[in-house]
Nanobody
Framework: QVQLAESGGGLVQAGGSLNLSCVGP????????MGWFRQAPGKERQFVAA????????YYADSAKGRFTISRDNAKNSVYLQMNRVTPEDTAVYYC????WGSGSRRSRDYEYWGQGTQVTISS
């Protein structure tokens, strides 16, 4: 059974940093494009960042560019999201997702597997 598990969420002051992790031990991890999405209360799930399966090409939402960095370690079946200079608008549940041979899609429906999410709360 494929499972993704996020960790690293928490409460941080605006301007601070967080590093989210996601591990997927049941995947042939190197064949999956990995993405991070977030969902704030009352809002739709939105794309944050993705990293391509074969060349490690990265993709970012405009809101994440210059502040967030996605990376992966295939040997550890893990993907990371380093979040810097966070603001209260970054408050959401953050989900990692996996897309087999994916192209770095920004659409949540293109991802086959999802984690349970980790809460990120940014105080002002």
């Amino acid at each position: 059974q494929v499972q993704l598990a996020e960790s690293g969420g928490g409460l941080v002051q605006a301007g601070g940093s967080l590093n989210l992790s996601c591990v997927g031990p049941g995947l042939t991890f190197s064949k999956y494009t990995m993405g991070w999405f977030r969902q704030a209360p009352g809002k739709e799930r939105q794309f944050v960042a993705a990293i391509n399966w074969n060349r490690g090409i990265t993709y970012y939402a405009d809101s994440a560019k210059g502040r967030f960095t996605i990376s992966r370690d295939n040997a550890k079946n893990s993907v990371y999201l380093q979040m810097n200079r966070v603001t209260p608008e970054d408050t959401a549940v953050y989900y990692c997702a996996a897309d087999y041979w994916g192209s770095g899609s920004r659409r949540s429906r293109d991802y086959e597997y999802w984690g349970q999410g980790t809460q990120v709360t940014i105080s002002s």
